[in-house]
C-alpha cells in the first residue's frame, strides 16, 4: 500500500508543480512553493538527503508566504483577479502546511524508531485529522470551483487538485493505520 501512495503522492505532487509552471501569469512564489513541494516529496520517497523536518520548515516558511500574501490581497483586491484566487491562495497555503505537518512526523518517526525505512508520513495525531480532511475538502471545491468557472481559473485548479491529491496520498497509510487498530 505505502509503494502505492508514493506513486500518487509524486503523481499529484508533480502535477500540481507542472500546474504551477505553465507559461502564462506565473506567480514567482507559487512557482518557488510548487519546486519545493515536488523536491519534499521526490526526496522523501527516493533519496532522503534532507530529513523530513528540514522539508518541514521549508514548506511551512512557504505556506506562511503565500498565506500573507493571501491577506494583503485581501486588502488591496487586484481587479484582474477572479475565479477564487483568494480561495485558491488559502488552500495552497493550509496544503503547504500541512504537508510540513506531516512530513515533520516522518523525521519524529524515524528519530524515534532508530530506523530509515520510515514511510513518507508519519502518524498522524488525532487533532491533526479534522485539519487535514478539511484541507483535503476545500481543495476539492477549489478544483470543482475551477472546472465550473472555465479556463481563466484552470492553474488554480489543477494546482489545487494536484495538492489535494497528494496530500490524501500522504495521510491513506496513516488513515488505514489507525483504522486498523
Known amino acids: 500500500m505505502v509503494e502505492i501512495a508514493h506513486g500518487v503522492m ?6 500540481g ?3 504551477a509552471l505553465v507559461p502564462g501569469r506565473v506567480r514567482a512564489l507559487d512557482a518557488t512553493a510548487a519546486l519545493v513541494m515536488a523536491a519534499a516529496m521526490v526526496d522523501t520517497v ?8 528540514a522539508w518541514s520548515g521549508l514548506l511551512v516558511a512557504a505556506g506562511l508566504a503565500i498565506g500573507i500574501r493571501a491577506r494583503r490581497g485581501i486588502r488591496r483586491p487586484d481587479p484582474t483577479a477572479r475565479c477564487g484566487r483568494p480561495l485558491a491562495d488559502l488552500h495552497h497555503a493550509l496544503a503547504l502546511i500541512a504537508t510540513g505537518w506531516l512530513l515533520a512526523g516522518v523525521g519524529a518517526a524515524a528519530t524515534a524508531s532508530g530506523a530509515a525505512a520510515v ?4 502518524p498522524v495525531l488525532p487533532l491533526q485529522w479534522p485539519a487535514l480532511i478539511a484541507v483535503i475538502v476545500l481543495g476539492a471545491c477549489v478544483a470543482a470551483r475551477a472546472v ?4 481563466a ?4 485548479g489543477a494546482m489545487a487538485a494536484g495538492m489535494t491529491v497528494m496530500l490524501a ?4 497509510p496513516a488513515a488505514v493505520a489507525a483504522l486498523g487498530s
Open 148 to 151: 465550473r468557472s472555465g479556463r
Open 10 to 15: 509524486l503523481l499529484g505532487a508533480l502535477a
Open 153 to 156: 481559473a484552470l492553474r488554480h
Open 169 to 172: 496520498a500522504m495521510a491513506a
Open 17 to 19: 508543480t507542472a500546474a
Open 46 to 53: 527516493f533519496t532522503r538527503l534532507l530529513p523530513g523536518l
Open 119 to 122: 514511510h513518507h508520513a508519519g
